[in-house]
């Protein structure tokens, strides 16, 4: 994005630290994050076609009623994207909703790519100019974690955060993230270390804006997953996970996990009592994790 700001402009308007954020909005409102993944299967159990304005109705219906319950929306790209422009013009309004009502927004992008387009990327879901801008961005580190430095920098620049896919929810994940790195890590291992060197930083009982993916569904494992970031996890709902998977999988981390869950509350709308109702099913089931 073109720089409209001055130096000392943008310091004076740069919001706190995404985990400093994230932090006191899973106090206030649980740590419970909602996924905005308008399925076509959803659409039509919504009583909605499944183009454009099924997509728009779905999406804003469900960000107006869980957005003020929420600590942290997750709108699915992919979902939009599938309607090309008019699709990502929805997205622009459901950050815009989500935002407004004080939900953070997690956009849901997994971008990664060599260095000089990954800038791009970080400006299209980070930089506060562009109508995409997010609170955070989920990444894919598999072009290298060197090449995810502008999304990291640009993030530093705008008190934004990322989450870096690193143990996925997906069966297929394994084959690449428990492979032996050169040096005799795994590659989950290194992702994780890398991220434990970017929140370095931050104090003991606060928390870094440099997360890492771990689905609720994976098989325990022997990494470290106290990255000192939040540990976002998907998978927890409709995929299977369970809050005594989250308690197995993540261990004494668990206390940095945000479980994610998109379809299992999406399916109790369209009646905005029942979405809300489904979300505080789900809080009230994560007070078990502590
Ligand atoms: O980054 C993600 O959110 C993600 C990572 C992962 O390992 N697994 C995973 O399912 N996801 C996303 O989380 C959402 C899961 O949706 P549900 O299975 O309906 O709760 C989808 O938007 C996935 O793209």
Redesign the pocket.
């Given at each position: 994005m073109t720089d409209r700001t001055t130096d000392s402009e943008a310091a004076r308007t740069t919001p706190a630290p995404f985990g400093a954020r994230l932090k006191a909005a899973t106090a206030s409102r649980g740590r419970l994050?909602v996924?905005i993944?308008p399925?076509a299967a959803l659409l039509r159990a919504w009583g909605l076609d499944d183009d454009v304005a099924g997509l728009e109705r779905f999406a804003l219906s469900a960000t107006e009623a869980l957005a003020p319950y929420c600590s942290v929306l997750?709108p699915?790209s992919?979902?939009f994207e599938r309607f090309g422009s008019r699709g990502v013009a929805v997205l622009e309004r459901v950050v815009a909703t989500a935002r407004e009502a004080g939900a953070l927004v997690?956009m849901?992008a997994?971008r990664g790519d060599i260095g000089s387009t990954s800038q791009a990327y970080a400006e299209a879901y980070l930089d506060p100019s562009s109508p995409l801008a997010s609170d955070a961005v989920?990444v894919s580190p598999y072009l290298g974690f060197g090449s995810l430095t502008p999304f990291v920098e640009t993030a530093r620049a705008h008190g934004a955060g990322l989450?870096v896919?690193a143990?996925?929810?997906?069966p297929e994940?394994p084959e690449v993230q428990h492979a032996t790195a050169p040096d005799g890590r795994s590659v989950a291992g290194v992702l994780l270390d890398h991220l434990r060197a970017l929140n370095a930083g931050v104090d003991d009982d606060a928390l870094g804006s440099f997360g890492a993916?771990?689905?609720a569904?994976?098989d325990p494992t022997a990494e470290d997953l106290d990255v000192r970031g939040p540990l976002?996890a998907?998978?927890?709902?409709?995929?299977g996970g369970t809050v005594a998977d989250l308690r197995r999988v993540f261990g004494p981390a668990a206390r940095l996990v945000l479980p994610?869950?998109?379809?299992?509350?999406?399916a109790a709308g369209p009646d905005p009592v029942a979405l809300r109702d489904a979300v505080a099913r789900t809080h009230d089931a994560l007070a078990a994790l502590g």
């Open positions: 994050c996924g993944d399925h997750k699915q992919a979902f997690l849901d997994k989920t989450l896919l143990l996925t929810s997906n994940g993916v771990v689905g569904t994976v976002l998907p998978g927890f709902g409709a995929q994610s869950s998109s379809r299992e509350v999406l």
